[in-house]
């Protein structure tokens, strides 16, 4: 609408061109991802690690809305550096979505952590270095790095803690397409790639 005819150049487009009917509705989505949830998942169970932002938390709806109650398994991993009771709003509001919510708090895992990164990074394989702890690294691309690695360890040992058998239970993730790629997620390109940085 900011352009002279575009309103109609996109309806031209959209409707003639591309052959859309223009009876797509939120409404129809959502049916559409409970089917596709119910169908995919079936008798599994769900873990699904919700952040508090936009995308875990519909996502974490939509299986609850699709799935019974003791399928979904929400965890809320709290490393300490949301805003001041963030994570009890987090709680609160998945609460009022008819989710029960397992909070883990590792704020300390997080500050002190490390992990390691490649020496060289065009040899992604060979020698590697320590990191200092997250609260010492200034270097963006290893606060990420440390802070991703850090919460594969904590979201692992939930895993164990609660008995989880991979067989039975299905992953669920609530993300942006540039997280997916940069995951290496089979639902994009299988290949990792730093794109935010």
Known sequence: ?????????MKNFLYEIAGLTGTFTMKSREEN???????????????MLVSGGVDSTVCAALLRKALTEDQVIAV???????????VQQVEESLQKLGLKLKVVSAHHQFYDGVTSIPIDVNE???????????????????????IGDTFIKVANEVITELNLRPEEVMLGQGTLRPDLIESASQLVSGNAQTIKT
């Open 1 to 9: 609408d900011l352009t002279e005819n575009g309103v109609t150049m």
């Open 33 to 47: 991802c409970i089917k596709y949830i119910r169908e995919t998942v079936s008798s599994n169970k769900v873990l």
């Open 76 to 86: 809320h991993i709290d490393n300490g550096f949301l805003r001041k009771k963030e």
């Open 124 to 146: 992604p394989h060979g020698r590697k270095h320590v990191t200092s702890l997250l609260c010492l690294t200034h270097n963006p691309e290893e606060k990420r790095r440390i």
